[in-house]
C-alpha cells in the first residue's frame, strides 16, 4: 500500500501565503491521482483540490479556485498545495489523500479517496 506523509502546516497572517507538500512511499505504481481535504472544527470534512497523476488535470473546490494552485513532481512522488491570498475561514487540517481507481477527479472529490495522511494544520489569523 501507499504511504502519505504533509508536511508545511502552521500559524500564517490572513492575506499570507503557505506552501503544503504530501510525499508517497510504498507501492505508487498504477497511482490515478491525489488530493487535499481540510476539515475546520465543527465542520464537515471538504474538499479542496485534486490532481490527474498521469495527465495532470486538476480540479478545485469553489471556496479556493483561483487563490490555491495543486501541482505535482511525478519523479519525487510528490504532491503540493500552494495557499495565496489566505483566509481564516481556510483554518483546518489538511489532508492529503491517494487513490488508485480511475473513476475521474469528480467521482473522486465528491466520494473520497482510499488512502490518507494523518493531516497538517493550518491556522490563518485575522
Known amino acids: 500500500q501507499v504511504q502519505l506523509v504533509e508536511s508545511g502546516g502552521g500559524l500564517v497572517q490572513a492575506g499570507g501565503s503557505l506552501r503544503l507538500s504530501c510525499a508517497a512511499s510504498g507501492r505508487t505504481f498504477g497511482l490515478y491521482a491525489m488530493g487535499w481535504f481540510r476539515q475546520a472544527p465543527k465542520k464537515e470534512r471538504e474538499f479542496v483540490a485534486a490532481i490527474n497523476w498521469s495527465g495532470g488535470s486538476t480540479s478545485y473546490a469553489d471556496s479556493v479556485k483561483g487563490r490555491f494552485t495543486i501541482s505535482r513532481d511525478n519523479s519525487e512522488n510528490t504532491v503540493y498545495l500552494q495557499m495565496n491570498s489566505l483566509k481564516p475561514e481556510d483554518t483546518a487540517v489538511y489532508s492529503c489523500?491517494?487513490?488508485?481507481?480511475?473513476?475521474?477527479?469528480?467521482?473522486?472529490?465528491?466520494?473520497?479517496?482510499?488512502?490518507w495522511g494523518k493531516g497538517t494544520l493550518v491556522t490563518v489569523s485575522s
Open positions: 489523500a491517494a487513490d488508485f481507481r480511475a473513476y475521474g477527479l469528480a467521482y473522486l472529490s465528491k466520494h473520497g479517496m482510499d488512502y
